[in-house]
């Protein structure tokens, strides 16, 4: 019967770590997309307040300070909605990027049991044919199960999605 090498366990070690820095490195790039946005957000405001207030200095009577703070009302909605767009937009493609990442690895990690039960089964014992065949099917099982619940979330993610 076959077993691990160290070789093969420092290979799986460094292949699990390069995955969490590749995930780190997705959570840091989304990040730094709501940095960006958010400053840009912050710099468009700040030269909008200006704007407002040196209008609002050479206002002569009561009724243009209304108008002008009726005027503002509309295209602030309008920004606050363009801002909550773009934030679901870089959240979406975070998600996106992260479930076809991790839909990746998982493939990978059940191609890579499949052939470990694989070589289990050709290098088994005489007589241990029963044992070999409930592993197979608890792992066929297993990959069922993950097939239904990966199929369900991505209807409810896309059934979300559809009514945000």
């Known amino acids: 019967m076959s077993t691990l090498t160290p070789q093969q366990l420092i290979a799986a070690q460094q292949a699990s770590l390069e995955t969490l820095f590749g995930f780190a490195n997705q959570a840091f790039a989304s990040i730094e997309k709501l940095v960006a946005l958010n400053l840009q957000v912050g710099k468009a405001t700040l030269a909008e307040t200006q704007e407002v207030v040196t209008k609002a200095l050479t206002v002569k009577d009561p009724s243009e300070l209304v108008a002008l703070s009726a005027s503002l009302s509309q295209p602030a909605s309008e920004k606050a909605a363009a801002y909550g767009r ?74 979300v999605s559809a009514g945000a």
């Open 86 to 159: 773009h934030v679901h937009e870089i959240l979406s493609g975070a998600q996106a990027d992260f479930s076809s990442a991790a839909t990746a690895q998982l493939q990978k990690a059940q191609k890579d049991a499949q052939g470990f039960i694989e070589s289990l089964a050709k290098n088994a014992p005489a007589g241990s044919e029963g044992a070999v065949a409930a592993w197979n099917s608890a792992f066929s099982a297993a990959n069922a199960t993950y097939e239904s619940a990966s199929k369900a979330a991505k209807q409810l993610v896309a059934t």
